[in-house]
């Protein structure tokens, strides 16, 4: 039988996170971050992107262009355009196979089933707690290495001040 839990070096998980680990209310996002768009747009192009059938159906304009979207659902025959579709957590890991990297990109159910595999953490901190309904697992800094991390002031289009990390797992 295969080992979901082991870690898995090609599997990153990219999250905002607000102070009280809120990630999102009535299937939206919280905030308005145009700069952590942008990042998200950056380091995901070209590569793979994993997600649950809620927030699939959140996005606006369905599969996100220039990468490889897979969902996650348990209704057999759902098809969605531009998608592949997984049944199952294994099933979507099976198709994320040895891809150099692979962002798992939400929302609550998905990170919590896959947060434990990931071997990276692009993590979005909002200095702000916001009423919510779906909230990222606790994180274990001790866990982690962080690689790098970088502090965004409100303003423009930026609705709160946040910080983009990375980490890395210790091994
Ligand atoms: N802040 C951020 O960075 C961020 C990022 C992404 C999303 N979000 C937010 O997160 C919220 C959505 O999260 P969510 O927890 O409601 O939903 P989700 O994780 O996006 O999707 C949940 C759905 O995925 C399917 N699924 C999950 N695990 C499965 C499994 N093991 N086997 C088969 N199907 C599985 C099920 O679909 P079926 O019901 O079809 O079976 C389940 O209902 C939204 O508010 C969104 O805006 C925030």
Redesign the pocket.
């Known amino acids: 039988m295969k080992n979901t839990t082991a870690i898995r070096k090609n599997i990153s998980i990219i999250?905002?996170?607000a102070a009280n680990n809120a990630?999102?209310?009535d299937?939206?996002?919280l905030w308005h971050l145009t700069d952590d768009l942008k990042r998200f747009r950056r380091l995901t192009s070209g590569h793979t992107v994993v997600?649950?059938?809620?927030?699939y159906l959140?996005l606006p304009k369905g599969a996100l262009p220039n990468r490889r979207n897979i969902v996650?659902?348990?209704?057999p025959g759902?098809q969605f355009e531009g998608c592949e579709m997984a049944?199952?957590?294994d099933q979507a890991l099976d198709l994320a196979g040895n891809e150099e990297e692979c962002f798992i990109?939400?929302?609550?159910?998905?990170y919590q089933?896959l947060f434990p595999v990931a071997g990276k953490l692009y993590l979005t901190t909002v200095d702000h707690s916001f009423d919510a309904d779906?909230f990222f697992p606790e994180i274990d800094f001790a866990g982690w290495n962080l690689v790098e991390s970088e502090f965004v002031n409100s303003g423009g289009k930026n609705d709160y001040p946040h910080t983009f990390t990375l980490y890395e797992r210790k091994a």
């Open positions: 999250v905002a996170v990630i999102g209310k299937n939206q996002l997600m649950g059938r809620n927030t959140s996650i659902t348990d209704r759902e049944y199952s957590i990109m939400g929302g609550g159910m998905v089933q779906t």
